[in-house]
């Protein structure tokens, strides 16, 4: 099924949301969310970490596209409208967590990646985790959509609002502090 989904265009699905009628656009939306579930839940979980989490985000990133789908313009690619509603659904939690959590926050008590049962990773892949924990946000966006979803810069750039020159500066950035936590932790 994964490789029929591949092979259905973005603007096929669009065809099926902007139709008249509800059998229609459920079968899109259906389209859709089957298309680039799994994309998007990665891309998130990378950011949230935690699988139960991950997976409210991805719910609220479409219900969110549900709700917008009329509105979009096709100015970007649908990818890159639904990635850009899942990082900024991602930011929000993650600023919802921050403020809730304040004060484990500031004990240094973070999430405990160990303790997830979903994650099951080497000890490189942990300091890896480790390392994204550390950068700030930015670098860390920018590096989980170019390193691991293996996104354009052109694409990271309409997802994001930022000029492709600044981006490649963060990702470079974001690796060079990456190395050099995994060098120092001794994992390297």
């Known amino acids: 099924m994964g490789t029929i989904l591949a092979a259905i265009k973005d603007e096929e699905i669009l065809s099926l949301l902007l139709q008249k009628g509800a059998t229609a656009f459920e ?16 891309h998130i979980r990378r950011l949230v970490l935690d699988h139960e989490d991950a997976n409210d ?26 990635y850009r509603i899942a990082t900024n659904e991602a930011l929000t939690f993650l600023n919802k967590q921050k403020k809730r ?7 240094g008590n973070g ?27 930015k670098q860390r966006l920018v590096f989980n959509m170019r390193y691991f979803d293996e996104m354009p810069y052109g694409d990271i750039s309409a997802v994001l609002d ?8 963060s990702y470079h950035h974001a690796a060079k502090k990456i190395e050099a936590f995994i060098r ?3 994992a390297y």
């Open 27 to 42: 079968r899109g939306f259906r389209l859709l969310i089957e298309k680039y579930q799994e994309r998007l839940y990665w």
């Open 57 to 82: 985000v991805v719910q609220n990133c479409f219900i969110k596209a549900y709700r917008g789908i009329e509105g979009f313009e096709g100015k970007s690619s649908l990818y890159t409208w639904l």
């Open 101 to 107: 959590n304040a004060e484990a926050l500031d004990s």
């Open 111 to 137: 999430f405990d990646l160990t303790a997830d049962p979903y994650f099951d990773g080497d000890d490189l892949q942990l300091k890896l985790q480790q390392a994204l924990q550390q950068l700030p946000e």
């Open 162 to 169: 930022t000029s492709v020159g600044a981006l490649k500066a």
């Open 184 to 186: 120092e932790s001794g």
